[in-house]
């Protein structure tokens, strides 16, 4: 059985130049990166992309579009448009998905270019548009859903969905249950805690509220197992490479260990299933749980 590659994503590590944050990723062991689309006009070029990868030694399997709030302005406004040239790089660099976030819920155009014409558009590039799942937001101590598709069923007319399990955390699905109904749709996986609360935490794996020893066993049982993104919340570590390759280098090994079958509370160092976030009251909660 083949295991699935495990990726570290550049996005987090926005703030520092994508070849320093190659150069990490390689270093930490990872099989290779997503790319991030961001500000940055190294990350929105081939040719730099490429020359960056090669030099650090990476592959990049997975292109991740600008559609977060932060890069809304990147390669336009228009969201056909800024799909349309995510793919073209995604295909200069012969990366094998592109990613792209969820249309608001009135933004009907990408909405239906996506269901019509987004999967024959990739191909024209030798790439895959993966659909991530978002989550409602809090507005006045109550949840809306601004986005199209934040439970698994929103996500049944497509047929390659990245599902994200912080994002699912937030909308209260269970994630293993999410597994189980998209498994045949899903290409590709962000795994990362979720620490509760409503907020997107992207916290490392064992320090939130999420069954990830339960998912990620059955995920590796999985003969054709998707691609995984580690995608986490590196800021604490940004000034001292050192201690970031080690926490990437943890994180990579733990998720590997519960895609073996390790046992969930020698690698988390807590049941799979609790009910306060290890750590949630104290000052430094993103303490690795766990040594090198």
């Known amino acids: 059985m083949d295991t699935p590659s495990i990726l570290a994503s550049t996005g987090p590590l926005f703030a520092r130049p994508v070849d320093w944050a190659m150069g990490v990723i390689a270093e930490a062991g990872y099989d290779g990166v997503e790319l991030m689309v961001t500000q940055d006009p190294a990350t929105q070029d081939a ?3 490429a020359a960056a990868a090669e030099r650090e ?11 977060l709030l932060l890069t809304r302005r990147v390669y336009g406004t228009d969201l056909v448009a800024k799909a349309r040239r995510s793919l073209a790089l995604a295909g200069e660099v012969g990366a094998e998905l592109m ?6 819920r009135w933004q009907r155009a990408f909405h239906e270019w996506l269901l019509d014409e987004g999967d024959d558009e990739a191909a024209d590039h030798d790439t895959q548009i993966g ?3 978002l989550y409602p937001v809090k507005v006045a101590g109550r949840p809306v859903r601004f986005h199209r598709y934040t439970e698994p069923d929103h996500l049944d007319p497509f047929h390659h969905v990245v599902l994200d399990t912080s994002h699912f955390g937030v909308a209260g699905v269970d994630i293993v249950d999410a597994w189980h109904a998209l498994e045949d749709a899903t290409v590709h996986l962000h795994v990362s805690d979720y620490r509760g609360q409503g907020r997107d935490s992207h916290a490392p794996l064992g320090h939130g509220l999420l069954p990830l020893g339960r998912f990620l066993h059955d995920v590796g049982a999985r003969e054709d197992a998707p691609s995984i993104t580690l995608e986490l919340d590196c800021r604490r570590f940004l000034d001292d490479r050192s201690a970031l390759v080690g926490y990437l280098t943890q994180e990579r090994l733990k998720c590997r260990e519960l895609l073996d079958g390790g046992d969930v509370e020698d690698v988390l160092g807590r049941p799979d299933v609790v009910s306060v976030a290890p750590g949630a009251a104290e000052d430094d909660a993103d ?6």
């Open 57 to 67: 030694g990476v592959l990049v399997p997975v292109v991740h579009g600008p559609f």
């Open 47 to 49: 040719a730099q992309v």
């Open 287 to 292: 303490q690795p749980t766990v040594g090198l």
């Open 99 to 104: 990613i792209v976030h969820p249309p608001f």
């Open 131 to 133: 659909v991530e799942n």
